[in-house]
Each structure stands twice: as structure tokens, then as C-alpha cells.
């Protein structure tokens, strides 16, 4: 397997050029820390684009910051940290649940459209993409956005680079948006019976006007998984809400929270983050399924989705975050099938509306199952042509995320 | 100079023909053919330009869309879609050649879904009306741009719609989460809805601000946000734009994201007293006016922490607003700043670049400069916690040559704003107005790539041709990503 370095965008757009030229497939990837996420598809080549890493601008006052894309995630949040600044929406550490201990970066969260827990209040990663350089299949390097915040110049680009996992151009320089860090974190636990219960407990919290941050529901059973459930209460589940900012809002929301849905187990600082983090990284579920999916419902009918589920996996485990909005579901293959339980999954999702991927699964079982959601015939016909916008010959991640290009 | 692709005279020539047809598609009053009823859709809020459209259609429903797009595209006909005509830069101007195809009968609201807070909507409900129609459960729709009592959510969509809020709630596509669209085949397509992150590509991000030339809105899914239960204002006084813009920085470097953060300067505040009578003091160079909002613990705490920090920026006077009423009167000033200004000026022209916030003194600096250059003065009010400016040149449309001149001002402020890491607009548009701009920004093959977006969408080129790029190129040479075998000709535009 042929290995290429480049040091620059110049170095790369070479490459890519010359690959294109030779009908050469490349998989894109820097730390590798999601490279098993999406189809598994063997290229003939794999671009490493390590080296095109290092962080431009900071500016803390205009809420932006350019790296390049290489540029390690820990270093980025490291540099925020120290000024009181943050990713608002909080990308989680997949490398447990991927199986890769590889190091993320801010390319490829940006590529993965990658979100955490705070996605439901701050919006995704999309929503903090201002600007990028990259180089596209025909190895020509190119632009879109800018270096502010506010902008409408051109077609909106970057969304679409987030979240085509690499398949468009290979990004060579990002530019974000970066916003001021929570004065304090605190979050409040509710004991629930079960997850109707949950749901509509969430759901009465988020249209308050108390403005929750994170809001996730975790069954008796996944609870007993996190690091911190020695300072949760016992019970069947609970709902766990975090409200974030000034120390006085603070206090206040809680206090309102708590005089219409009861008392709640707080945690506060540390074990607020750790349990957070635990939620984004998917943690409850690790070493308990070897096969795990994300599922994307209509978040009012998240119930209506697991009760089909459980009618088809007696003993999958599961929790929700997003308000309801998302579903880590982890199964066992000899449950789940041949299909990866697929078939009965998106048979499910097609009454409640929404949609599922395929997250963590071996390489044989990514490689013939649809990881993400297939798409209607129009939607990937256009698909298609877009693709063929960027990476005609089809060199770039190709099969990374549907089986046709 | 604006140049619009040359008609095609094989299209015009068949007019009546067209009109009988689409008469088939829309019956009764929904298809335009008078030129007195035309005349109403012959300029968006980009006044200066004009154009009568050939046939004006207004379907009801998303399959007439469907029919109209289908038999434009087998007949080779422009379409220009249309939603109020708002747009400021000229998004929504007709094609002498082109069906003006406007969604103004797409009113209804289709669903408030509460639990998951959203609302669906038809295209043609206005942004206020959103919010209007769910106001009693608690909620709103955030983006607010200053139109908001006409311009229509499809319009937002396809503009990328900003307003005073956004710095905290976003744009449009913040909280825009799923569209019905109709392209320009006829398929009718769904991105995104009521869930989370669509599967594949982020499609609805990049419809979102295509204004109007990757396929036609039928139905919009926004996301909305309880009411914010307390909102207070400060306004306040400086010696220099400089100090404000310092205080803003501060402001944010502090970690505080205000509602809304605005700075007018000194020409631009004393149209407003004159106009509104808001108290604004007209003895500083910059007002600032921040609002603040959330629960009351958190609004008198930050309002506490702004106070100080404009103390230590040399800010000469403070007020904060102790009731609503008194709170939408320092507002009530700014959100008449343009009409303010038309009350000094017989026409003025309004600008929207975007520049990064510690580039402001310098910046203004060089438009004092430039007003002596053009002979023409410049009211500046600007969203200032994102750095997007909009300077408003005074000039008299009935003196020759000074629209022109208007023009050639707003040029070179926009090329100032590239020139130090800004953008060429921040939240109208590029349109007809910025479109011989882009190159500024962006070179040929960054052009190109966005020309293959909409060749994926619209390889006939038919939908809304003549807006964002400056050149049109034709697909199928772009396959080979070099444009200048595909420059067609513009013949000049009538102006007015």
C-alpha cells in the first residue's frame, strides 16, 4: 500500500493530481482515530495529511481560529482552554468506541461532522464551520467562507464539507468559530421509570425557557457503567440535564428546574464534565455490544422507535442524548444478524422519521451493510452529481460512505 | 455597470405560446401577463435596478412548482423565484426573458410541533408571522433580520438570513433544520427534518444562502426557542468609534454573547434622535447599544459586568434600561436608523460587508478618507459583535452621475473589507449587486467549484441565472474546471 506524506497544501494538490491522473484511490486520514467510521472500502493508496498541521490565528475577541487541518484536537481545545474559550459543540472522543487510539483532529471532526452532547443547544460542528483551503479530486487547491463569523459570500461550502467524511476535497485549512466557556457547569439528575417517562420529562425541560445544554436519558443498566455512579442516585434511570453559564443564572434556572420537576442529584464541576464526555464518547456501552448504532429519530418519537426495537433485540442496551434526538444503540452480533439488525433498524425508523448509521461494527460487516442511511432515488442521483462535482474521477475516500462512488 | 445574460430572443418570441401554457399549469389569476401588474415585480429592495420580467407565475401549490419548472426546463426558459422582494441585493430581479416565479400564495402554516419544537411552514409566511403564530406557547423563531414584518422564511432560506441576533442564535441556517424543495427537473425533494444531522451530504446547508439558483423552497421546517423570559438594554456613550469597538471586544473576551451588540456613529445617532426621540446622547462620537437576555438573575448580573467593562473603555455616558418600554426606545432609534437616514439624504445606499472587529478604526479611518475621495458622506451602523458593517452613502439619484458614484463608493468600501480579512457581505447577499465583486475573494478555480454545485443541481443553467457569479459558465466545460470558453454576454441593463 503506497503511503503519501505531503507537507503542504502544494505538496498534496501535486499528488492528488498525479492520482487523478493514474485513477489511483486514496484514503484520506491524518491521526486515523475515525478511520473506522463509515464503509470499510480498502483504497490503493492512503494520503496522511499529519503533517499539514499547526495553528495559524487565535483571536479570542473575534471568536475565530484557523489551523490547519492536521492540527491535533487536544491541542485546540489546550490553546481555548487557556482563554476561557471552547468548541461549543463539544466534540466527543469516539477512539474507545472506533477501536483506535489514533490522535483526532480538527479536520477530521470538522470531515465528521462530529458533535457531542452540547450539539442540541450550540448546534453541530457544521454550525462552527466558517471557512476552509482544500484541495479537490482534480488535485486543484481552492476555497470558500472567510476568516469572520458572519458571512453569506458564495454558496455555503463549508456545511457541505462537514460530514462528507473526506469525499468532496481534502481540507488543508479550517477556520472556526470558537465561543467563551461556561462560567459553571452543573447537572441536575431526575430519577425517571422508564424512557416514556424520560422523554417527556426532557421534553417539558428543553421548551422551558432555562436554557439546558445537554439533556440525555440513562437506563439503570448503562448507568452502572459510568465512572461516576457512585454519586448518582439508584433507580431505574435517570434524566440528566446540564445548565451552563454565569454562577447566578445558575442557581437561579436550577431552582426553577427544581420547582416544577421535582428535586435532583446535582453534579457539579468535574464529575458534570466527566459524565458529559462519558455521554459523547458513548462510554456506557463500550465492552457490552460489539456492534453499535446511531440513530437519528424525530425526537418525540424516540419511545416509539426503542419499543419496536426491543420488540426485535430482547437485550440491546441503549441510552439517549440530544433531548431524545439521538440513540446509541449497542447490540450483540449474534442478536443482531447477519445484517447487523439493519433491516429491522431503518424498518423501524421509517414510521418514526429520522435516520441511522452503522458506528461501530467489524470491517466485513461495514463493508456490505449500508452504514448510513440510504438515501431515496432522486436525493442520490443528486448526491451523485455533486460528488462528481468535486471528485469526478471518484479518487477520494470512494465507497466511504455509499457502495456506488 | 450591472450586465444581466443576454435575453434569448428564440424564448421571447414564443411569449404568448409560454403564457398559454402556463395558464395550463396555474389557471386563473396565477399567471402575469399585463405589463401594469408586472411593473410590481419589476425590482427588489435594490431599487436601483429594474427589470419587467416576462411573465410573472404565482402557483399554490408545490406539484403547479413541479409543472412550471418541468416545462421551463423542456422549453429553456430563466426563472427567477421570488419571495417578498426584500432582497438588497438584488436577489429576486427579474430576466426580460425569465418567468417570475413568486411563492407570495404559500401562506399557510402547516404544523407547530411543540414537543419537538419546531413549526413547519409554507415558504411564503413571513419571518415575524412565525413567531407571531407561536408567541403564545412561549416560543420564537430567532433570526430576525430588519425586515421582518414583509420578508418571507423562503426568502430568509435563500438569502441566509441574518439579523440583530445572531451573534447569539445564528443565521437562517442555524435554525433552519429541514426544507421541501422543487428542482429544477420537477423532483420533489426533503432535506433534512424534524431530527438531527440528515444522513449524507449536507444538502440543506448548502441550499440554504444558494439564493435562489439551486432549486425552488415549497415548505421550510425551523427550529424554535423558548422566549428568553427577561431582556435589558444598555446604552452607551464613547469619545471614539475606536473606544466602542475596543469595549465590544472586551465585552466578548470577558465571555459574555449578548442578544444583540450594535454601534452607530455619530451621524448616523443624530438622524435617529432626530428622528425617534430615543434620548441618545449627541455630544458621542459611538453609541453602543448592547442587550442582554435570559432569566433576570443572569440579564442584572451580565448588565452589572457590561457597565464596568465600559467604564474602563472610556465610555462618557451608560444608561441601562430599568423597564420594556424603556428598553424598546433605546432600540426603537437604531431599528429606524436607515429611514433616519433617508430623512437627511434623498437617497442612501446601504452596505454589508463584514470585517474582523479589531480592524474597525482602520477601516473607518479610510471611509472618512473615501468620503472626501467620492464627495459623499457615510452614516455607519453596524452589527458590532460580529464585525458586520453597514455604512449607508448619502447621495441625490437626481443628480447626475451621484448614483454612480454611490455605487463606485460602496465598491471600494466592500474591496476595504476583503482587503483586511473580511467579506464581501455578512448577511444580504451577493446577487446582482456584489457579483462582479466576487473575484476579489475568490479566484477561478474557487468559482468554478462553486459553479459545480450548481451544475449538480442545474446543469441548463435556467434557474436564476445572472446572480453570485460574475460569469456563467456552461457545465459541461466545467468538467474541465476552465471557465473563459464559457463567458457569455451581457448586454447592458436598463437603469433607473
Not at chain 2, 419589476?42 to 410573472?56: F, S, V
Not at chain 2, 424554535?224 to 446604552?235: D, H, Q, S, V
Not at chain 2, 454573547?257 to 435617529?272: N, V
Not at chain 2, 453609541?287 to 452589572?304: K, M, P, Q, Y
Amino acid at each position: 500500500m503506497t503511503l503519501y506524506q505531503p507537507g503542504d497544501a502544494a505538496e498534496l494538490a501535486a499528488i492528488i493530481s498525479a492520482s487523478a491522473s493514474s485513477g489511483e484511490t486514496l484514503s484520506i486520514s491524518s491521526g486515523g482515530s475515525k478511520r473506522r467510521l463509515g464503509r470499510h472500502a480498502p483504497t490503493a493508496a492512503t494520503l496522511d495529511l499529519s503533517r499539514i498541521t499547526g495553528i495559524i490565528d487565535y483571536e479570542p475577541a473575534e471568536l475565530v481560529l484557523t489551523a490547519r487541518a492536521a492540527t491535533p484536537l487536544a491541542e485546540i481545545e489546550g490553546l481555548l482552554a487557556s482563554r476561557r474559550q471552547m468548541l461549543a459543540f463539544e466534540p466527543p472522543d469516539w477512539r474507545a468506541l472506533l477501536g483506535h487510539t489514533g490522535e483526532p483532529t480538527l479536520g477530521g471532526v470538522l470531515a465528521c461532522n462530529q458533535s457531542g452532547p452540547r450539539r442540541l443547544k450550540a448546534g453541530a460542528a457544521r454550525d462552527h464551520f466558517l471557512g476552509f483551503s482544500a484541495v479537490n479530486g482534480r488535485g486543484e487547491i481552492w476555497k470558500a467562507g472567510g476568516r469572520v463569523v458572519k458571512n453569506v459570500t458564495g454558496y455555503d461550502m463549508c456545511k457541505l464539507q462537514a460530514g462528507a467524511f473526506g469525499t468532496l476535497s481534502a481540507l488543508t485549512e479550517v477556520t472556526i468559530k470558537v465561543m467563551p466557556r461556561p462560567e459553571t457547569a452543573r447537572t441536575l439528575l431526575l430519577p425517571v421509570t422508564d424512557a416514556t417517562a424520560a422523554l417527556t420529562l426532557m421534553s417539558a425541560a428543553l421548551n422551558t425557557p432555562h436554557e439546558i445544554s445537554a439533556a440525555a436519558y440513562l437506563p439503570a443498566a448503562v448507568l452502572a457503567r459510568s465512572r461516576v455512579s457512585g454519586a448518582l442516585p439508584a433507580g431505574n434511570g435517570l434524566v440528566a440535564l446540564r445548565l451552563e453559564g454565569p454562577a447566578p443564572s445558575v442557581a437561579h434556572r436550577t431552582d426553577a428546574l427544581e420547582a416544577t420537576f421535582g428535586t435532583a442529584a446535582r453534579l457539579v464541576d468535574g464529575d458534570s464534565s466527566t459524565l458529559w464526555a462519558e455521554i459523547g464518547a458513548v462510554r456506557p456501552l463500550l465492552g457490552n455490544a460489539a456492534i453499535v448504532w446511531r440513530l437519528n429519530p424525530t425526537p418525540s418519537r424516540a419511545v416509539q422507535l426503542l419499543h419496536a426495537l426491543a420488540g426485535q433485540f430482547a437485550s440491546a442496551s441503549f441510552f439517549l442524548d440530544w433531548g431524545g434526538g439521538q440513540i446509541w444503540a449497542g447490540l450483540e452480533p449474534a442478536q443482531a444478524g447477519p445484517d447487523a439488525g439493519a433491516t429491522a433498524i431503518r424498518a423501524a425508523l421509517a414510521k418514526t422519521g429520522g435516520h441511522a448509521t452503522l458506528f461501530a461494527a467489524p470491517d466485513e460487516l461495514r463493508a456490505q451493510i449500508d452504514v448510513f442511511e440510504p438515501l431515496s432515488p432522486a436525493l442520490a442521483a443528486l448526491t451523485q452529481r455533486v460528488k462528481q462535482g468535486f471528485d469526478p474521477l471518484g479518487i477520494l475516500n470512494p465507497r466511504r460512505m455509499y457502495k456506488e462512488f | 455597470m450591472i450586465r444581466m445574460p443576454e435575453p434569448d430572443q428564440q424564448v421571447l418570441a414564443r411569449r404568448g405560446e409560454i403564457i398559454a401554457a402556463l395558464r395550463r399549469i396555474v389557471p386563473g389569476e396565477g399567471v402575469v401577463e399585463n405589463e401594469n401588474e408586472l411593473r410590481a415585480f419589476e425590482c427588489d429592495g435594490l431599487t436601483a435596478y429594474r427589470q419587467l420580467p416576462m411573465i410573472a407565475v404565482l402557483p399554490s401549490t408545490t406539484a403547479q412548482v413541479a409543472e412550471v419548472l418541468r416545462y421551463c426546463k423542456a422549453n429553456n426558459i430563466r426563472i427567477v423565484p421570488r419571495g417578498a422582494g426584500t432582497s438588497l441585493s438584488g436577489g429576486a430581479m427579474p430576466l426580460a426573458d425569465g418567468i417570475l416565479l413568486g411563492m407570495g400564495k404559500f401562506k399557510k402554516i402547516l404544523e407547530i410541533d411543540l414537543p419537538n419544537r419546531c413549526a413547519v411552514v409554507q415558504p411564503g409566511v413571513t419571518n415575524l408571522g412565525i413567531s407571531q403564530a407561536v408567541r403564545g406557547q412561549g416560543l420564537y423563531y430567532a433570526p430576525d433580520p430588519s425586515s421582518q414584518i414583509a420578508c418571507t422564511i423562503g426568502g430568509n432560506v435563500a438569502e441566509n438570513s441574518g439579523g440583530v441576533h445572531c451573534l447569539k442564535y445564528g443565521l437562517t441556517t442555524n435554525n433552519v433544520i429541514g426544507v421541501e424543495i422543487v428542482t429544477l427537473d420537477g423532483e420533489i425533494i426533503r432535506l433534512g427534518g424534524k431530527h438531527f444531522d440528515g444522513p449524507g451530504y449536507d444538502l440543506l446547508g448548502a441550499l440554504v444562502g444558494s439564493e435562489g439558483m439551486l432549486g425552488v423552497v415549497t415548505e421550510v421546517t425551523v427550529r424554535l426557542l423558548p422566549i428568553p423570559p427577561t431582556a435589558r438594554a444598555l446604552m452607551i456613550g464613547f469619545p471614539s468609534v475606536e473606544s466602542a469597538g475596543d469595549c465590544v471586544a472586551a465585552v466578548i473576551a470577558a465571555g459574555i454573547i449578548p442578544g444583540g451588540m450594535e454601534i452607530m456613529d455619530k451621524l448616523a445617532t443624530e438622524a435617529a434622535e432626530a428622528f425617534v426621540h430615543a434620548g441618545y446622547p449627541l455630544d458621542v462620537a459611538a453609541l453602543l447599544i448592547v442587550e442582554l437576555d435570559g432569566c433576570a438573575a443572569e440579564v442584572d448580573h451580565l448588565v452589572a459586568a457590561v457597565e464596568h467593562i465600559a467604564t474602563q473603555h472610556q465610555a462618557v455616558s451608560c444608561r441601562a434600561s430599568t423597564s420594556e418600554e424603556e428598553r424598546l426606545l433605546f432600540w426603537a432609534g437604531r431599528k429606524a436608523a436607515f429611514p433616519a437616514v433617508g430623512r437627511i439624504s434623498p437617497d442612501y445606499y446601504c452596505m454589508d460587508g463584514t470585517i474582523p472587529r479589531k480592524r474597525i478604526a482602520e477601516v473607518l479611518r479610510r471611509m472618512t478618507e473615501m468620503e472626501q475621495t467620492y464627495g459623499l458622506r457615510v452614516a455607519n451602523v453596524f452589527h458590532a459583535g460580529d464585525g458586520n458593517l453597514h455604512p449607508l452613502i448619502l447621495y441625490d439619484a437626481n443628480r447626475p452621475g451621484e448614483l454612480q458614484r454611490a455605487e463606485d463608493f460602496g465598491a471600494d468600501i466592500l474591496r476595504l473589507c476583503v482587503e483586511v480579512g473580511g467579506v464581501l457581505t455578512g448577511e444580504h447577499g451577493v446577487g446582482v449587486e456584489k457579483r462582479d465583486l466576487m473575484p476579489t475573494m475568490f479566484n477561478e478555480t474557487d468559482l468554478a467549484q462553486q459553479q459545480a454545485l450548481k451544475c449538480a443541481f442545474d446543469d441548463a443553467g435556467l434557474l436564476n441565472p445572472g446572480k453570485v457569479f460574475p460569469q456563467l459558465c456552461r457545465c459541461a466545460e466545467l468538467g474541465r474546471m476552465h471557465i473563459h470558453g464559457g463567458k457569455l454576454p451581457f448586454p447592458e441593463l436598463e437603469r433607473f
